[in-house]
């Protein structure tokens, strides 16, 4: 089984920078994702990783550690539409397809 | 191309009667899973299929419940004597492959389910 931890909310200013954190604890991995999910919305990819370090994409970073069961999630130059919950999900096995989901994170962005 | 569909958008069921939620995969792919959410809190997984096959069914309750993916069609999830406690959002995702080179899976706008 799994478990995945991240906070439930976070707040943040218009132009600033915000890191969500993700913790894990699996028997096995074999990848991380991110997405972001408007209220009602369904959840749209932002990023993945299976090899430590940091994948960069715009605005978006990912960081992932392994060993340390560990990834973040950078926002940089808030915008007021980054207003979303954040999800953290955890592929365990290569023949599983299926992602175990955290809870989200909900970030309020304030002007 | 087209998305992951899903319908109905919005499903009312009164207590006791049968909910049907309709998945189509993006073209191309031939990989559905089934997640459900319930208000405030992140995706629960329910069930993975491919064409004609569950693949894995460990998230989904053992009663009322069932999913196929027929050779033709769309993916329909199936609630039997649909209760209160099952009032949520279900997500039908899809991807080309069950989980090689980090395949992302694409979710659909999801079935809002309201049982009354």
């Known amino acids: 089984g799994q478990n995945i931890d991240q906070p439930t909310e976070m707040t943040a200013t218009e132009g600033a920078i915000v890191q969500i954190n993700c913790t894990y604890q699996?028997?096995?991995?074999?990848?991380l994702f991110w997405y972001q999910q408007h209220a009602g919305e369904a959840p749209t990819f932002l990023s993945y990783?299976?090899?430590?370090g940091l994948e960069e994409k715009g605005r978006f970073s990912s960081f992932l550690s392994r060993s340390k069961g560990y990834s973040y999630l950078l926002l940089k130059e808030l915008q007021m539409k980054d207003s979303a919950s954040y999800l953290c999900a955890v592929r365990e096995d290569t023949n599983a397809g299926k992602s175990t989901f955290g809870d989200g994170t909900t970030l309020t962005v304030k002007p | 191309n087209a998305g992951v569909m899903q319908n109905p958008r919005h499903l009312v069921r009164r207590r006791g009667q049968e909910a049907r939620l309709r998945c189509s995969p993006m073209k191309g792919h031939s990989h559905v899973y089934w997640y459900r959410q319930l208000p405030e809190e992140g995706l629960k997984f329910m069930v993975y299929?491919?064409?004609?096959?569950?693949?894995?069914e460990s998230g989904m309750p053992k009663e009322r419940f069932s999913a196929e993916f027929p050779k033709e069609g769309p993916s329909i999830l199936r609630i039997q004597q649909v209760v209160r406690g099952d009032s949520a959002a279900y997500f039908c995702?899809?991807?080309?492959?069950?989980?090689?080179?980090?395949?992302?899976?694409?979710f659909g706008p999801g079935t809002r389910l309201t049982v009354l």
């Open positions: 990783n299976v090899l430590d």
């Open positions: 699996t028997s096995g991995f074999n990848g």
């Open positions: 995702a899809s991807s080309p492959s069950g989980g090689a080179n980090g395949d992302t899976q694409y």
């Open positions: 299929l491919q064409k004609e096959n569950i693949i894995d």
